[in-house]
């Protein structure tokens, strides 16, 4: 492992650079994320199927580009990716507030800032997730996940706050500056990384200028590696679900709009109650490796798949007066639950996969997560201009309980503990025996049923 050293990652000089950088681009990420629909809503006055529309636009790449940036991130080395796509973002961002200064700013310009920073956005995670095991032992990847959750959560946690008061001071266009300005910072700190990160065996195959017929021949070996792995697959099912109604999906569509037109929340009040609700994923994200290594590591999963709905239920009861409070809970009770479950589904999906095949792996099962939210948007926008945005809210929460069907369905609700160490890498001259690898060798007496 380059840079490897004995002890905790945080002595590990390549990981802390990799962490600084992910810290540094995920605050200013928050920021957009509450400002880009505040633009619509206070400078556009949209309406709940145009802000739909955005969450949609943020959220489609991950349906269409994600497959194939799988294959290419595994022909690629992967650092220089993340640098060129935090450059790229950070480019198209500042073309919110410059459309805003020249007085041209319209949903026109949004929908495809939007759009664009997703499909870099796309690139940039694959490669982050395909990473992170060339740097990092297979023992310590849950250590990893943690510390780079650790790092999310406090984005989530501070860049709302940020982002809300941005807005009502600055207004929401120039507030996406800030953005822009993580963007570059992350980019320079990624630099300041040594080693490629390629391992060995990937960077052979890159070496062999396959042309399309040979990267779509990767792309379906990474898609029947997922779909027939008895761990990948469920795990990929349930939080495709919990995402298309949760809070990126058909809640988020419409709980800015809830917030400010129903709650009567100014938008520093919501980027407050936002950052407050975070700290659930900053708990959360420090007690996740002591929590997952204490108790069974299935049990655990499943009943934090669903504890998003209990949060949606909390959002719905809020009425003007008891806003702050159960928002903030609300929040705070699903950002606890969707972080432990994210450290644990990123961990064991990282170690039950080869190498060589990280990148097709992490891009298959981003399509199968992250496909559904764009989906998840359009619906939650369409419901909210058609029933309205209390209603939707509830559709939203029972709609979260399905996560548990295909993990209590699948060997992951017996799983007492992470895998201790990846597969070996498949023959490379059978690609159908990269699908074969992982279902009995993953898991290696973790199954108890």
Not at 94 to 102: F, R, S
Not at 283 to 299: E, H, K, N, Q, T
Not at 323 to 344: K, P, Q
Request: charged share 10%.
């Amino acid at each position: 492992m380059t840079g490897a050293r004995p002890g905790s990652l945080w002595r590990h000089g390549n990981f802390v650079k990799l962490w600084t950088a992910q810290t540094v681009s995920l605050l200013g990420t928050q920021v957009t994320a509450l400002a880009l629909p505040l633009t619509a809503i206070l400078k556009l006055d949209a309406s709940p199927l145009q802000i739909g529309l955005i969450g949609t636009m943020q959220f489609l790449p991950f349906l269409l580009v994600t497959l194939p940036a799988g294959a290419i991130v595994d022909r690629l080395r992967q650092l220089p990716v993340m640098v060129v796509t935090d450059l790229a973002r950070a480019a198209l961002l500042i073309a919110v507030p410059v459309a805003a200064w020249l007085d041209q700013l319209s949903l026109a310009v949004l929908y495809p800032v939007a759009f664009g920073v997703g499909v870099l956005s796309v690139f940039n995670e694959v490669s982050q997730q395909s990473y992170l095991p060339a740097i990092v032992e297979p023992d310590r990847l849950v250590e990893g996940n943690t510390k780079l959750q650790v790092s999310y959560s406090g984005a989530l946690f501070a860049g709302p706050g940020v982002g809300g008061v941005l807005v009502q001071l600055l207004t929401a266009p120039i507030a996406i500056l800030v953005d822009a300005a993580s963007y570059l910072g992350s980019a320079m700190l990624l630099l300041l990384i040594r080693g490629d990160g390629r391992p060995a065996a990937a960077a052979a195959h890159r070496a062999d200028g396959a042309e399309l017929r040979g990267l779509l021949r990767e792309i379906a070996e990474g898609i029947r590696f997922v779909w027939r792995h008895r761990l990948i697959r469920p795990l990929a099912l349930a939080t495709g679900t919990a995402n298309f109604f949760y809070l990126f999906g058909m809640t988020g569509a419409v709980l800015t709009l809830y917030a400010i037109r129903v709650l009567h929340l100014t938008p520093a009040l919501l980027g407050a109650v936002l950052a407050a609700g975070n700290l659930g994923a900053i708990l959360a994200s420090l007690v996740a490796d002591r929590v997952l290594r204490r108790w069974r590591f299935g049990r655990v999963m499943v009943l934090t798949s669903t504890v998003s709905s209990v949060a949606i239920v909390l959002m719905v009861l809020a009425d003007p007066s008891t806003a702050l409070i159960l928002l903030a809970t609300g929040v705070f009770i699903g950002e606890f639950g969707a972080c432990i479950y994210d450290i644990a589904q990123i961990s064991l999906r990282q170690a039950a996969t080869p190498a060589a095949l990280l990148g097709r792996m992490n891009a298959t099962v981003r399509f199968l997560n992250w496909g559904p939210i764009p989906l998840g948007a359009f619906v939650g926008g369409l419901l909210g201009s058609s029933i309205g945005l209390r209603p939707t809210l509830c559709v939203a929460a029972a709609g979260s309980l399905l996560p548990a069907i295909p993990l209590l369905l699948s060997q992951i609700r017996g799983l007492q503990s992470l895998p201790d160490g990846r597969p070996a890498e498949p023959p490379a001259a059978s690609p159908a025996a990269a699908a074969a690898v992982p279902a009995g060798s993953s898991v290696r007496g973790g199954i108890d049923e």
